[in-house]
């Protein structure tokens, strides 16, 4: 009896091991049952996953499922702490206790299959590997039969899988008995019996996306198709995506769990290069219908609309400039012509050498941009001579973007998500980091932790996000976004839209919720993304906060909330001693007493308060806010009101 993991072998072809967290209250037991693979996972001796099955389905063979003997096992426990170049931690620790059992096929043709079992303290997770084999020496993936059996009467929170939008769609509450069309993962569920898990994967490499679907009554693995039906192509040795299961007691929990990042490696090359910065943009104005992205009368990106933004960037001590529709390919229905971008020729009206000198003059960087439509096949031609253009230029920010309901790669329309579309983002963060570009992907593949290994993989957006505003947000969808789609990364959810009240986009928030967004909605490249006229005039006050607010964080405290209800938490600035405190809420006002004890002790804070006023509200007064301040120490209680579709943020700086 090892203090982590037992074994029950009872002959080769029926074994049981269970794998212990290193605290013991987490446990996963591997079964094989007569030949046939299964696990199953318990907290502190509740079922969280009853037993559930494993396997890999194959084109032309047998699945890779039943038949096999156990070869050996092998344990080893892990306890490391590495730094992150940025992110909502810096110092993160790495505790689990891992198992691989090594299985063989009983009769010919013997194929090797290794399961390596991860238990961690928060949550578990697995992987299929598969091993180069003389029988076997490439694998035409026609399903994976993984399977999650959780109580099916647990409640669920999720976005459909396979829909035009890809990943931009508000969450919706099922009973997992009702899951019966595929979602995206993370999949967040609340279990009976009192736990929150949230089921997704890590280190998606070079294989489909894994979504989720009921089958036989048990959620099931569901991995995007390729558009000939089939899962993925791979050469062996292969080892598929972790799948991860996070256990908490409440949904606070999931936002505190680093498991994905650890489970990615660390990376290969030194990455000291990568920067977070803050951006400013010839962006929202074309939302508003000020300007296009078109050439035209209207053309938002000019050199003299850029050079005007630079200055603007630098009064207003904003870093760097999006600048989007520079390029050929705008004209006409760019949607339906995105074949024809040229990611190398500007507009006639734009100069990028004018540009990029001024902002250099004046000290703002330009954040280039890469809209794909997701024609790959178009986009990849380019690619890298794309990237050396903007490195000429001294660009090292790129967002990219792959609006369109598919993607065209080798003539074939392939969803975002499928085994080819992972693939091709991939190339993109490899190449970018070969050019030391940092990369903000819009429409991207979900996050899996990869940006452990490729730091300038900086942010996503990957969930619906501002540009949706003026009719199709709820204030509750920011609700459930660091309970769902955060717990897969960063996010670039465009904040910091002051002009909420415009009526050609009208948001659906108060104004001082859109401050709280800086600190609720976690991204490394975050947008300052309203017009700077707007921070100019409207609201110099507020536009403060959003100038100063930090881009990465010592570490993150979730103080309460509920999915889809409320999110607030404190976080403590990078290698610095100042705090900030924000929070959100749904469509209903909330009052809540926090008690602060986070903060250093017998140190009087300044505390810098934005808050709704007391008659605010997102549909009809979302301009009611206070700007105060008062002294803050630790043991203190601090009670703060939030209006229906409102927030509030706050600076805490030793006095
Ligand atoms: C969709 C992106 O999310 C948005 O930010 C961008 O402005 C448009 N595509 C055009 O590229």
């Known amino acids: 009896m090892s203090f982590f993991g037992d074994l029950f072998k009872k002959s080769k072809t029926d074994a049981i091991y269970e794998v212990k967290s290193p605290n013991s209250r987490v446990v996963l037991t591997f079964m094989l049952d007569r030949g046939q693979i299964s696990y199953y996972v318990k907290k502190d001796d509740k079922v969280i996953v009853r037993q559930s099955r494993l396997g890999i389905a194959l084109k032309d063979a047998a699945p890779l499922a039943d038949g096999f003997g156990i070869v050996r096992a092998y344990s080893r426990m892990v306890d490391d702490t590495w730094k992150a170049y940025w992110g909502e931690q810096h110092v993160i620790r790495n505790n689990y206790n891992e198992t691989a059992i090594y299985l063989e096929e009983t009769e010919r043709p013997a194929r090797l299959l290794t399961l390596r079992f991860r238990v961690y303290d928060d949550g578990v997770a697995f992987r299929y590997e598969i091993p180069a084999q003389p029988e076997m020496k490439n694998m035409v993936v026609s399903d994976e039969l993984t399977e999650f059996a959780v109580d099916a009467n647990s409640r669920s ?33 609340a279990t009976p019996t009192g736990y929150y898990i949230s089921i997704h994967e890590a280190a998606l490499y070079n294989y489909g996306a894994m979504t989720l679907k009921l089958n036989n009554g048990n959620l099931k693995s569901d991995i995007t198709p390729l558009s000939d039906g089939m899962r993925a192509y791979v050469e062996l040795p292969f080892s598929t995506p972790w799948r991860t299961i996070i256990i908490g007691h409440d949904a606070l929990d999931l936002t505190t769990s680093r498991m994905i990042l650890n489970l990615n490696d660390a990376p290969r090359e030194d990455f000291s290069w990568v920067e977070p910065t803050k951006f400013m943009g010839i962006w929202w104005a074309m939302y508003v219908g000020e300007w296009t992205w078109a050439p035209g009368e209207r053309h938002g990106a000019t050199t003299e609309h850029a050079m005007q933004y630079i ?31 040229k990611f190398c020729e500007a507009t006639p009206d734009f100069d990028m050498k004018i540009v990029t000198d001024y902002g250099r003059a004046n000290g703002v960087e330009l954040v280039g941009h890469h809209e794909t439509v997701g024609f790959i096949d178009n986009y990849e031609a380019q690619m890298e001579d794309a990237f050396k253009f903007y490195q000429k230029y001294g660009i090292r920010y790129i967002k990219t973007g792959y609006a369109g309901s598919k993607m065209v790669i080798n003539g074939r329309r392939e969803f975002h998500h499928s085994q080819l579309g992972v693939l ?38 990957g969930a619906r996000g501002q540009e949706y505003e003026g009719g199709a947000i709820q204030p509750s969808h920011a609700c459930f976004l660091p309970y769902t789609r955060l717990l897969a990364g960063g996010m670039d959810y465009t904040p910091g839209i002051l002009d909420v009240t ?66 607030v938490l404190a976080r403590q600035a990078w290698e610095s001693s100042d705090w900030y405190i924000g929070g959100i809420t749904n469509e209903e006002a909330r009052r809540v007493d926090l008690y602060i004890d986070f903060l250093e002790p017998q140190v009087n804070y300044v505390a810098k308060i934005y808050r709704d ?22 043991g203190d209680h601090v009670e703060m009101y939030m209006a229906p579709g409102g927030g509030f943020a706050i600076k805490l700086h030793k006095q």
Not at 430 to 448: F, N, R, S, V
Not at 507 to 516: C, F, G, H, N, P
């Open 311 to 341: 200055d603007a960037c630098k009064n207003l001590g904003i870093p760097a400039l999006l600048v989007e529709g520079w390029n050929d390919g705008w004209e006409g229905d760019w949607l339906e012509n995105g074949a024809n971008n």
């Open 613 to 634: 006023s007391e008659d605010a509200h997102y549909r009809d007064h979302q301009l009611g806010h206070v700007v105060e301040e008062r002294i803050v120490r630790n």
């Open 502 to 567: 415009n009526f050609a986009k009208r948001m659906s928030t108060t104004i001082t919720r859109q401050l709280a967004y800086y600190l609720t909605i976690y991204s490394p490249m975050q947008m300052a993304a309203d017009r700077p006229q707007i921070y100019e005039n409207m609201a110099p006050d507020l536009f403060e906060f959003i100038r100063d607010v930090p881009v990465k964080w010592e570490r993150t405290i979730p103080l309460l909330g509920e999915v889809g209800k409320s999110f």
């Open 157 to 189: 929170w999720s976005i459909p899988a396979y829909q035009p939008d890809r990943y931009e769609y508000e969450y919706i509450e099922h009973p997992v008995h009702a899951l019966t069309d595929s979602v995206h993962t993370p999949l967040t569920i």
């Open 424 to 461: 091709h983002y991939q190339k993109t963060v490899e190449l970018a980091a070969k050019y030391h570009i940092m990369l903000d992907i819009h429409e991207p593949i979900k996050g899996t932790g990869i940006e452990r290994t490729y730091p300038n993989l900086m942010t996503r957006e």
